[in-house]
């Protein structure tokens, strides 16, 4: 799977800005499939919910995905609020380096979302007699925050420029740390559906089916 700066750009504002059930969409058409409704990858599979039965999965390389092969799981709670579907994938060996990248380009995308809903959130907020977001510590963290998501956006370019993508691991750690710090500044408000952790919860869904690098040498 071959991917490019527009793409890994284009992931991270879709899933910044686009409506959160269209992040995934968005990701398959803009990195794989124009005309797909899920991707597969790795023993699973991710799609709409709300699509048509005749929904049309792909792997990695754009392939269609036989619905023979799927068997699709119950949708929690959360899942059900995304319109999304997880299915296993019977014999499903294709693997991408290259698709850690683009993830954690999406993943970093979701944590610039949480800051800005977190921002929004304390705008209208205040404690100790000022605007909440004019406290230092809460602009210091914001500031790290965005500070880091940068860094490590521009790691994944010079990933993408060296075609170096073995261990993108530790950006998917540092990503998660990042997320984490970031819906903190929601308090409990983030636990409503369709707030910061509905977002942490995809972020982490994308890494747990996509995210991860395989172990086998060799692969693209």
Do not use: C
Not at 64 to 93: G, K
Not at 147 to 171: F, I, P, S
Not at 189 to 218: I, R, W
């Amino acid at each position: 799977m071959n991917i490019t700066q527009a793409m890994i750009e284009q992931v991270y504002q879709d899933s910044r800005y686009a409506q959160l059930h269209e992040v995934l969409p968005a990701l398959i058409q803009s990195a794989i499939e124009p005309s797909a409704q899920g991707l597969a990858y790795q023993g699973f599979a991710l799609a709409q919910s709300s699509a048509s039965s005749a929904r049309r999965v792909v792997d990695v390389h754009g392939n269609p995905v036989e619905e023979s092969r799927l068997t699709w799981l119950e949708q929690d709670r959360l899942l059900s609020w995304l319109t999304l579907q997880v299915a296993t994938v019977a014999d499903d060996h294709k693997v991408s380096r290259t698709m850690s990248t683009l993830i954690a380009s999406a993943r970093l995308g979701l944590v610039t979302r949480t800051l800005d809903m977190a921002h929004q959130h304390l705008q209208g907020r205040k404690s100790f007699g000022q605007k909440t977001t004019r406290h230092q510590l809460i602009k210091a963290s914001f500031s790290d925050i965005y500070g880091d998501v940068t860094q490590l956006r521009y790691q994944l370019l010079h990933r993408l420029e060296t075609e170096n993508h073995h261990g993108v691991e530790a950006e998917h750690q540092a990503i998660t740390r990042l997320a984490n710090q970031a819906e903190k500044l929601m308090g409990g408000h983030g636990f409503l559906m369709g707030a910061t952790h509905t977002v942490s919860h995809l972020s982490m869904l994308l890494y747990s089916l996509f995210g991860k690098q395989p172990s086998t040498e060799g692969t693209t």
